[in-house]
């Protein structure tokens, strides 16, 4: 298959999903600009915990992205290598926090640089193990994270009050519109939440590839 057939057999595997997350994407704007139930919208800075929102969706998406791969015949090497390569990249990111642990929000000071190129390296890692399955979700990451970029634009230009413009209170980075704006948006939604989704979603499609194989074998061959 050519590079740029394999592109557009890609860009049709997301576009559903994509649409979905764009989908709840917005809901959640209009469910915080307009105050909806706290169980379900979180308007405070970095909105964690938010039972509306699209950091879950990795854990079933990527699932679905390995199971269409798998049938196409672009399946991994080996689906143990896939949740092991995921495991690794999730330590790597844990030791990533580590480093950057107590440094200040919106300041990129050399541990906090240092932490990204931890979180980076994790998500480069699960190539690896399976490629085109990495490449769909960094495919799949930017096109779920160039629209909150642009909601953040302007809801920090505007101050709506969602958790898309606030700040957290020990916030120390610059404080210009155009700052805040690289510091708290685009450095966090174009590096950390792109291999965010790369790694969980190798680690929600690695835990279904050994499933579904062993699954396979479990079922009794023909005689």
Known sequence: MSENAGSVRITRLILIPL????????LRLEGELHHWSSVFFNNHAGGLGAIVGIAWLPFIFAPYFAAKLAAA???PAGSGKVLLYAIVGV???????????????GVLSGRAIAA???????????????GTLSKTLLAYAFGARVPVAIVMFYAMAGSWGTHYDALPP?????????GRYVAMALVPQFIFW????IIVGSLAAGVYMMIAHRSQRAVPQPA
């Open 73 to 75: 015949g672009e399946g």
């Open 19 to 26: 649409i979905i997350t764009l989908a709840i994407t917005f």
């Open 116 to 130: 990204l190129l931890f979180v980076v390296a994790a998500a480069l890692i699960q190539f690896i193990a399976w």
């Open 170 to 178: 020990n916030y120390a980075g610059p404080t210009d519109l155009m």
């Open 194 to 197: 792109i291999s965010y989704t």
């Open 91 to 105: 330590v790597v990111t844990v030791l990533g926090g580590l480093v950057g642990s107590n440094t200040q929000p």
